[in-house]
């Protein structure tokens, strides 16, 4: 079986913030999915969670963050061109989302940030290895 990761996330609307994941390219999964969660597939090997903060306090004691307001984690997304990176930056905008700062174009790299309707911080990306300058 390959190593897999399950991203759980805080949401306050289980179903708005599933039909963002949606318009993103993520795939809901049926089978682990209700009106408390949201199981949504981004690759056959990465996956997000989206719990409904009432279900998100059964894992943990901990105060649920405000990721609108509060940094708690960055997810880096990578991809295999600008195009792409681009069209999922906009797919997340015109989904609700919202565009964190202007595009950072480095030359062997390019990224865009987006926030999604909770404020959870996402930072796709394209590089270019072998053009990277050396250190």
């Not at 009106?35 to 997000?48: C, G, K, L, N, V």
């Not at 990224?111 to 072998?130: L, T, Y």
């Amino acid at each position: 079986m390959p190593k897999m990761i399950f991203v759980n996330l805080p949401v306050e609307d289980v179903a708005k913030s599933t039909a963002f994941y949606e318009a993103i390219g993520c795939v809901k999964d049926a089978r682990f999915s209700n009106e408390r969660a949201s199981a949504m597939h981004y690759s056959d090997t990465i996956s997000f969670m989206l719990l409904g903060h009432d279900f998100y306090r059964t894992f943990t004691p901990k105060q649920i963050i405000d990721a609108k307001t509060t940094s708690g984690a960055l997810i880096a997304l990578s991809f295999d061109s600008r195009a792409e990176v681009d069209a999922i930056t906009e797919a997340a905008i015109a989904a609700g989302g919202r565009e964190a700062h202007d595009p950072e174009d480095m030359g062997f790299m390019y990224s865009r940030a987006f926030e999604d309707p909770d404020g959870h911080g996402f930072g796709p990306f394209w590089m270019d290895v072998a053009a990277m300058p050396s250190a």
